[in-house]
C-alpha cells in the first residue's frame, strides 16, 4: 500500500513538473512562433491587395488622362442633394 502512495506521489510529481516546464518554455515559444507565421500571412495578403488596388488606380487614371472611357466602369449618374423633408435644394 505504501509503496502505490510513493509512485502517485511521485508521478504528481514528475508531473507538475513537466507540466511547469511546458507552460513556461514550450507553450510561449508554440505562441510566438504560431503568431509570427499568421503575421507574415496576412502581412503578405495585405501588401498583395494594396498592389492591385494600385495597379487598377493606375490604368483607371491613364484612361481619365487620355479620354477613353472603359465600359466596365459603369455610367455616370448626376445626384440631387434632397433634405430630410424630401425637398430638393
Not at 513537466?18 to 509570427?36: E, T
Not at 498592389?51 to 466596365?72: F, H, L, M, Q
Amino acid at each position: 500500500m505504501l509503496e502505490v502512495i510513493a509512485t502517485i506521489i511521485l508521478v504528481f510529481f514528475a508531473l507538475s513538473f513537466i507540466g511547469r516546464l511546458f507552460f513556461r518554455y514550450v507553450l510561449p515559444w508554440w505562441l510566438s512562433r504560431f503568431l509570427k507565421k499568421q503575421q507574415k500571412k496576412y502581412s503578405q495578403q495585405f501588401y498583395s491587395e494594396q498592389n492591385v488596388d494600385e495597379d487598377e488606380k493606375i490604368r483607371y487614371n491613364e484612361s481619365v488622362a487620355k479620354g477613353t472611357v472603359n465600359p466596365d466602369v459603369g455610367e455616370y449618374v448626376d445626384f440631387e442633394e434632397v433634405d430630410d423633408d424630401g425637398n430638393k435644394e
